[in-house]
């Protein structure tokens, strides 16, 4: 998925005869966790948000950096709030977990409070920098500068050049005083959104996630039952899903789609007769010279385009099935030499705002703990195109990052006391419906799996399914809640091919 990667690369619960067990730690954890992150109340002061025309209110919550350790090095949290505009608003706000891993929540407040006015009219929108992200402790490296963009393309490509500036980031970042690699965990992050919510006076939150996003949200619901009012999770990827390993066989899904489409749309099938075909000769001429326009800066570079290129600017466009539409172009050209096209589809979401940047170290942080130590275990096959590419350079890069020791609890959801929402593109590279399918069974009977056929990584930007989503939040009861018409979403169509202005030779035939 992209937001669950890096730029470059660019995201049933069993009882087990223990069950009683099980539900008595959690109960005492929960006591623990209210017992230790209940701070004095949070003071928020007014401040400005990108993109967010009204005024905020922002603070933070100094939480321990080793929750072990609760005298150690201190962090601050951050935390901004859209108040409700109603007079009498409800008590119950909605808190958004961003992406990633690494994305900062309070960098997307302004479109997602554009997009969820609607939920602003009666509840705060609350957005938690965790903890390596954004303000809060940020684990940023060098490449995470939008001026990298600017780079030439054949340094961004050597995956020597890239593992090296990633071993160097690894090394400066635990030179900071917030350094410790190993406390940037899902569930430590988790434990700190609670302490936010309990500084902030609230009894219970209605928690909407987005790719990684929701990982983050089923940890929270796993570590705090009973806080969570309502929850919607799009684009689900669960704890247990072995990030490095599904971007093979979800991304070669993906593509092959996108060749099935071409092939039963007549205009797009007369154009590109023989897509396939062309594109495993181009794989099998590779690697290979090219004159490339660089993406940002236009100036034309000579690179070697490998195959790992190659996919990287495939894998980018397939999360969008507009930019999708354009793919059957680009690779025909592709395998003439042309590499252009493809180049700019691979640029089209980087750099494209504050909130489409990830926080690398937090990145690796996050997967070289709760992904990466599985990955030789899972059961996932690679595909056939995509193969190791992407895998190999995680497991390279966490050879040596510093890892935390993961409970086998956090990668087992347990039943949902809330209704939950969860949402899935069918076209979805990263996060597609085999995710959310086995979630939604190990929610239970107050979960609701809503797959959009035609819709790539997340759907919430699609108007229906966020009217729905507005719905939901909405609702009395969760029986109402999970009864909330979302049909229309099935009906959304697949964009047509793009198709491509003919060759000069082309056209004077």
């Not at 005024?55 to 950096?65: D, F, H, K, M, Q």
Request: with cysteine.
């Amino acid at each position: 998925m992209r937001a669950m990667a890096i730029r470059g690369l660019r995201r049933t619960w069993c009882d087990g005869g223990g069950g009683r067990v099980t539900r008595v730690l959690a109960a005492a954890a929960v006591l623990m966790a209210s017992a230790t992150v209940r701070p004095q109340g949070l003071s928020l002061v007014p401040c400005k948000l990108d993109g967010v025309e009204h005024e905020a209110r922002c603070g933070v919550v100094r939480r321990a950096l080793d929750p072990s350790r609760p005298q150690g090095t201190a962090i601050d949290v951050h935390v901004a709030v859209l108040p409700a505009v109603a007079r009498r608003k409800a008590s119950d706000p909605v808190f958004f977990f961003a992406g990633g891993p690494g994305q900062s929540a309070i960098d997307l407040a302004g479109p997602l409070s554009r997009r969820f006015a609607r939920l602003s009219n009666r509840r705060d929108l609350v957005f938690v920098d965790q903890r390596g992200t954004g303000r809060s402790a940020p684990l940023k490296c060098a490449d995470d500068d939008l001026r990298s963009v600017l780079r030439p393309m054949a340094e961004t490509a050597d995956e020597a050049r890239r593992l090296q500036r990633l071993r160097e980031c690894a090394a400066m970042l635990q030179a900071l005083p917030h350094g410790d690699l190993r406390r940037y965990t899902t569930a430590i992050a988790m434990a700190d959104v609670d302490a936010v919510r309990a500084a902030l006076g609230v009894e219970r939150l209605n928690a909407i996630g987005a790719s990684y996003g929701t990982r983050a949200v089923l940890e929270y619901q796993r570590q705090f039952p009973q806080r969570v009012r309502r929850a919607v999770l799009d684009g689900v990827a669960p704890a247990d899903m072995v990030l490095p390993a599904s971007f093979s066989p979800d991304n070669q899904a993906a593509l092959e789609a996108v060749f099935a489409a071409c092939e039963q749309e007549d205009a797009c099938k007369r154009r590109y007769p023989m897509l396939r075909q062309r594109w495993q000769a181009l794989l099998a001429r590779l690697p290979m010279p090219a004159v490339v326009p660089h993406p940002v800066s236009g100036r034309e570079e000579r690179v070697t385009v490998t195959r790992e290129l190659l996919l990287s600017a495939v894998r980018t466009p397939l999360y969008v099935p507009l930019l999708a539409s354009a793919l059957p172009a680009a690779l025909d050209e592709a395998a003439d030499g042309r590499f252009a096209a493809l180049v700019g589809l691979g640029q089209a979401m980087s750099g494209s705002g504050r909130g489409a940047g990830l926080a690398t170290g937090m990145h690796f942080s996050v997967v070289c703990a709760e992904d990466v130590p599985r990955l030789a275990g899972d059961i996932d096959r690679p595909g056939a195109d995509f193969g190791q590419t992407f895998a190999a350079l995680y497991r390279q890069v966490c050879e040596a990052w510093p890892k935390a020791s993961v409970p086998p609890a956090f990668f087992q959801p347990v039943p949902a006391l809330a209704a939950t929402l969860l949402l899935s593109g069918g076209a979805d590279p990263a996060t597609p419906p085999r995710h959310g399918d086995r979630v939604a069974t190990a929610l239970g009977p107050k979960a609701r799996h809503v797959v959009v056929p035609q819709a790539g990584h997340g759907v919430l930007a699609l108007g229906c399914v966020r009217d729905a989503v507005q719905r939901f939040i909405d609702a009395d009861t969760d029986d109402a809640a999970l009864a909330v018409d979302v049909s229309c979403a099935a009906a959304m169509p697949r964009p047509p091919a793009f198709i491509g202005w003919p060759a000069p030779d082309e056209a004077a035939r």
